[in-house]
């Protein structure tokens, strides 16, 4: 059973800077894929980005270019580096992990298995 703990969220004007954090528990984030997935109000929710746990990273094309995916494996934690923010970035950010895999490509919503309860992001104008 992996735990997942997400913070860094906030509020912030558009054109700044997040990093959200998510702490994991139960096993070592070296052999989990790690995502991010996000729901904007309304919407359904989406692929941000993902950390395969061979160390290959995807992202959306949205996020591409402002959203970096990184890893402290002393600290059982990743982080979404997010810059350049939008106010169409304004979501719930989700973390999410499975068992590591060797894909590379765009992952599912169904794809994780372990989820944590979210960090609101919001980018105002």
């Known amino acids: 059973q992996v735990q997942l703990v997400e913070s860094g969220g906030g509020l912030v004007q558009a054109g700044g800077s997040l990093r959200l954090s998510c702490a994991a528990s139960?096993?070592?984030?070296?052999?989990?894929?790690m995502g991010w997935f996000r729901q904007a109000p309304g919407k359904e929710r989406e692929f941000a980005a993902v950390w395969y746990s061979r160390g290959f990273t995807n992202y959306a094309n949205s996020v591409k270019g402002r959203f970096t995916f990184t890893r402290d494996n002393a600290k059982n934690t990743v982080y979404l580096q997010m810059n350049s923010l939008k106010p169409e970035d304004t979501a719930v950010y989700y973390c999410?992990?499975?068992?590591?895999?060797?894909?590379?490509?765009?992952?599912?919503?169904?794809?994780?298995?372990?989820w944590g309860q979210g960090t609101q992001v919001t980018v105002s104008s």
């Open positions: 999410a992990a499975r068992s590591g895999t060797t894909g590379s490509g765009i992952p599912g919503e169904s794809d994780f298995v372990y």
């Open positions: 139960g096993r070592s984030v070296t052999w989990l894929d």
